[in-house]
């Protein structure tokens, strides 16, 4: 009898310890908890993607709980710790930072990050093959840095200065720019690296890229997408075209993109979501997973302040 006692408060012990596996999910009953970096156009239609495929799927029977970080690392680390200590059964993490805070907080709650660039920048992975091995997937937001200095030539093939004003806390947006500079330079322009920290320091170095460039790119940059705003008030009475690395950023501030959609990447990742949870998947093997198709698109009041014109299979980014 003592024996079987023993071996009953191993099992117990063992399943608590379990951080993958949670009460909810025993009675059929799911709890998700979404991380979100900062409030922006293209994260808030990524996080609405997911929030409709899981709950297009599993209807009531899952519980969400959505949370903004207000563009703070320090406060993503904050609210995955209270998904780790409530026990959710999964984590979303929407942009790197609270991905790489997810990480940091569990390695035993499937965690699914979306808008994300490049997962082996973003979580340090070496040799990576596109499966992370470890408790972490998702989606990537990553267009065609190639194509994307293609349409640059295009549009601005008289131009001799691209400036690339990115944030310099942020992984992904360096790989980007690390990736890009040598496709604009292979087109015989001067590249000019200009960086910020945050939001307070964006329009002076805008302005500084303004006075040395002939026109801009912007990657899918978190910070720069919360600030497109500040950046369009300074480039755009400077004369000074941008080409964005996506959809809402190019709204903002710019004049072309090459664009995914991030309401669809979003809604992918909930796909994801759905298949661990109702159907066991192993967030370990699943691999990343990549936007299927890319548009041209045109700000349309931008292109006519400049007086650009832009060819025909270029979509008017709709206001």
């Known amino acids: 009898m003592k024996k079987t006692i023993a071996i009953l408060c191993t099992l117990v012990m063992l399943f608590a310890a379990c951080g993958s596996v949670s009460a909810f999910a025993a009675d059929g009953q799911y709890s998700v908890g979404i991380c979100q970096l900062v409030q922006h156009p293209a994260l808030d239609a990524a996080t609405q993607g997911f929030i409709d495929a899981l709950t297009e799927k599993l209807g009531d029977s899952v519980t969400i709980s959505n949370q903004n970080a207000a563009g703070d690392s320090a406060t993503c680390a904050t609210i995955v710790g ?9 984590i979303m993490a929407n942009a790197t930072p609270a991905l790489q805070a997810a990480q940091a907080a569990t390695n035993q709650i499937p965690v699914l990050g979306t808008s994300i660039t490049e997962y082996g920048v973003a979580l340090d992975l070496d040799d990576f093959n596109g ?41 992904n947006s360096k790989y980007q720019v690390e990736t890009i500079t040598p496709f604009l330079e292979e087109k015989g322009y001067k590249v000019n690296p200009y960086t910020f920290t945050d939001s307070n320091d964006v329009s002076a170095v805008t302005q500084n890229a303004c006075d040395d460039c002939d026109v801009l790119y912007i990657p899918t940059d978190n910070t720069a997408a919360s600030c497109a705003e500040a ?44 298949e661990i949870l109702a159907n066991g998947a192993d967030v370990s093997a699943m691999p990343i997973e990549y936007a299927p198709q890319f548009v041209k698109e045109y700000n349309a009041a931008n292109c006519e302040a400049l007086g650009i014109t832009v060819p025909e299979d270029y979509v008017a980014i709709e206001a």
């Open 82 to 90: 209270t998904f780790v200590s409530d026990e959710v059964d999964l």
């Open 231 to 274: 950046i369009n008030n300074v480039a755009l009475p400077a004369g000074i075209p941008i080409v964005c690395g996506e959809e809402n950023l190019c709204a903002g501030c710019g004049c072309v993109t090459l664009s995914i959609s991030y309401y669809d990447i979003g809604y992918a990742t909930g796909l994801m979501a759905y």
């Open 131 to 171: 499966v992370t091995g470890i408790n972490v997937s998702g989606t990537s937001d990553l267009a065609p840095l190639d194509g994307q200095a293609d349409m640059l030539a295009e549009i601005f093939p008289d131009a001799k200065t691209v400036g690339i004003l990115y944030c310099s806390a942020e992984a």
